[in-house]
């Protein structure tokens, strides 16, 4: 079989017992990459030469000793550009190490390339990239989904083992579902953020996209865990995430929240999300139908408080100390204004220019107060929920992947894919997007996603639960054909 | 809060970024739009209830008042758009 087509775990295995050198896996993947990327454009940049480098010092015999894990743009590793897909920071190389990064090496693991994604992590699509967009290797004429989408194009396309995503409002999950792979984002503060490009604080998340659960689990295992340089990290210790994976599902307890399957939602996409849940009550899960009453506000309280962060934490790119300066300014205002003008792709601005409105003199109450309220009411629904039920199952996103281009022109069409996957993040809780089949459409199968969302600290949970469906079902081995 | 009008020039001069004519006419249609959909958070009773800015509440993080090493100053130089003598070349802000 081909190296790249295997995942993480069945690589290690062959890195442990010698079968295979961690220079002959960086050129394997490398040689996919220059067979693939030309298409997919799941990649911005990757350095083999630096990667040899890794390769050669890697010690097999840690936890991911020789794994190439492949990282989003917005991850500082040292001495890798930093861009997060932006002309804003094209040129920015990161002088320290993400806390993520060092906890990958420390194990082993061998921090490879610059994944694609919408610029500072805005979008569901990778067309808010500047760099142009990733293509979903089931139909390259749609997209992978965002922001992380080249994340999850490389792992369905197998030209990555592993990669590290960002998610604040699905775009861990999302991605992975309208790619067939597995994404899954941790509980608020489970993973630490030091060196990831805030865009909403108090939202994002970093998280594991891979092929299978268990490649999932143990990069959770390796990444999670309070970090000092991140005060808002989670001191909970991190009781081996993996090791409950094969408890299985029997008496498990998975609430259907009704306001989830509703109109709009594509009639393949609730068809296999239902066989897939019927399938997990065939395996000993008990179904109960739940109410998540504020589901329907989850779109606009979002849609007020990330723009608001985000425009907070973009305030920095100035053209001071780094990145992209414009040229001959007549003062500091015009200097700030040209360089944020030329430096800024439309998305980002236009949710700057809306989350600086809604927190303005005057607005701040109406606005964001009012959506921090309300969040506070969307938390109290998961809470209350997750008396009754130990998880939570429901589509990841309303439709299979969209063509490119069908919603660059209208925002809200756009904003309207992560409906289903917002919540999560406003809560605060954890969710993991499998595979559970396909939809047919436009002559192509194209991947379908099943969300099983956690309670705080609930990732041994919502694994286990998605590795005893995904064991007995075979969509995580099926592959794309590419180029067609 | 009702659907007022966007001042997208001001709000842009507030945010530093200078819009062409263009963005501006097609932003203030394109986020009047998501204004009147976010609008809708008016119908929920908010009474009596906190607003929510951690989502699992940790409070007082501090580590020990103990002095210990910063990035250092070349790599904090490395991505400047301008140096020159181990400073930042910046644009005059002083007349």
Redesign the interface.
Known sequence: MEITALTAHELLNLLRSRQISPEEVVRALSRRIEEVDPLIHAYLSHDLDRALADASSADVSLPLGGLPISIKDLISVKGHPCGCASKILE???A??DATVISRLRAAGAIPFGRLNMDEFAMGSSTENSAFGPSKNPWDITRTPGGSSGGSAAAVAADEAFAALGSDTGGSIRQPAALCGCVGLKP???RVSRYGLVAFAS?LDQIGPLTKDVEDAALVMDIIAGLD?ND??S?SEPVPGISANLRKGVKGLKIGLPKEYFIEGLDPEVEKAVRTAVEHLEGLGADLLEISLP?T??A???Y??IAPAEA?ANL?RF????????ASE?D????????T??EG?G?EV??R???G??VL?SG?YD??Y?????????I?KDFADAFQKVDVIACPTSPTPAFRLGERTND??SM?LADIFTLAAN????CGISIPCGFAEQGGKPLPVGLQILGK?LGESTILQTSYAYEQSTEWHKTKPTIGV | MSSTKLEVEYVAELARIKLTPEEVNIFRSQLEIVLRHVDRLNQVDVSNVEPMAHSFPIYNVFRKDEPRPGLDKESALANAPCQAQGLFIVTKVVE
């Open positions: 040129s920015y190389i002088p320290y509980t608020y503060g108090s000092a005060s808002t989670l504020h329907e506000y779109l606009s309280t849609y007020i425009s305030a100035d053209g001071v100390r780094y990145g992209y300066r300014s003062g500091l205002i015009d200097h700030y204004g040209r944020r003008e800024f439309a601005k236009r700057i220019i809306l600086t409105y303005s607005y109406a606005y107060l009012r959506a921090q309220k309300v969040r506070t009411l938390r925002p809200l904003y406003m809560a605060g809780i705080e």
